[in-house]
């Protein structure tokens, strides 16, 4: 339970259905918790509330180091590389549904059940991930490197209602909570000013921005603190022989040091028709079918994107779509569906034209 609106819910329907429910609420972030950014205090007061509201035991429990050293590094590595992570997935897999599952075990629990927007249904045997009812807020994409064990001590009690739903449950039953805004920022750590966050744990080092042909227009602080696609931040509006559309990030030249940018959305360098990926993960075990027609996200908040596997390895695939996507980021996610099956997917290594 994480003082939020969906876990709070999740909790009271279970005790409803007649589950003996305990509440977990796990502080995992401890450098700089404090109330501007990521109060884990309010937080754990406004789930004891809750806790008290539905008439169940709540306990707290401290991942801090677990995070810190299966999350956060691998956070770190990634961006100091030139690559944009998204702890979020690996904050499930390692944090959810492997801290939070082996100790909910070892207190004798049989499953876990958090606000997730997922199905799961088990098939001959096997345990599937389903998108939620709400494609609005379907987190399917953030779940797809668990693993059967983890599926299968799992319950998405959320799955089947729209957010709207959920609040007005909230608010029936009297949860104190039910008008808190949803959390945003990095899993754990809040929402913050990113950059500045950032440049606590990473060193800055200048160099050039120049486009694709070698221009100069501007200087950055440092590759790590840029992203594929980022129109913000990059201070180069006024460049000279400018066309008057705005600038984009659209490539890293690691070894000199360079961030290569382009004017305008629809510049053809952030346009991919296919891309490669590295670590593969297939929930059922099983690999998809090359050259049948999937669907595919290589970021959250995207519509599903015709596609299909043109190769596949052990730790590596290539994904060709039908349409051209804008800004595939190395370091964030492609994930792959079947209709309303996640598949699994990868880690995105570069987009390709």
Not at 39 to 54: F, G, K, N
């Amino acid at each position: 339970m994480s003082g939020g609106v969906d876990s709070s819910v999740t909790a009271l329907l279970l005790k409803q259905q007649g589950y003996e429910v305990i509440g977990l609420f796990m502080k995992n972030w401890e450098d700089d918790d404090n109330s501007e950014y990521c109060s884990s205090r309010q937080d754990l007061l406004d789930a004891v509330s809750v806790a008290d509201t539905i008439g169940i035991h709540i306990e707290a429990v401290n991942f801090a180091s677990e995070y810190k050293e299966r999350v956060f590094s691998y956070f770190l590595r990634e961006y100091q590389a030139g690559r944009t992570p998204n702890p979020d997935i690996l904050c499930n897999s390692e944090i959810k549904f492997k801290a939070f599952l082996d100790h909910a075990i070892q207190l004798g629990a049989d499953t876990i059940a958090t606000g997730h927007y997922a199905q799961v249904r088990e098939m001959d045997g096997l345990f599937q991930l389903l998108k939620a009812s709400d494609g609005s807020k379907d987190q399917s994409y953030f779940l797809y490197r668990l693993k059967q064990s983890q599926l299968s001590h799992a319950i998405f009690p959320l799955g089947k209602l729209l957010k709207s739903q959920v609040r007005a449950i909230a608010r029936q039953h009297g949860l104190p909570n039910h008008a808190k805004r949803d959390s945003t920022g990095i899993c754990f750590i809040g929402e913050r000013p990113f950059r500045e966050f950032l440049n606590r744990y990473l060193p800055t080092q200048l160099g050039e921005m120049r486009t694709p042909d070698g221009k100069v227009v501007g200087q950055h602080i440092g590759l790590s603190f840029y992203t594929i696609g980022q129109r913000q931040g990059l201070g180069i509006g006024g460049a000279k022989d400018a066309s008057g559309e705005p600038w984009f990030v659209a490539g890293k030249d690691m070894a000199n040091n360079r961030l290569i940018v382009v004017q305008g959305h629809d510049h053809p360098a952030l346009q991919s028709n296919r891309l490669t990926a590295l670590d593969n993960h297939w929930i059922s075990g099983t690999a998809p079918l090359l050259n049948h027609p999937y669907a595919a996200k290589t970021r959250y908040r995207q519509a599903d994107a015709h596609c299909h596997l043109t190769r596949l390895a052990d730790s590596r695939c290539e994904i060709a779509f039908d349409e051209a996507q804008w800004a595939v980021t190395p370091g964030q996610s492609v994930v792959l569906y079947d209709g309303e099956l996640c598949m699994g997917g990868a880690i995105i290594e570069q987009g390709l034209n």
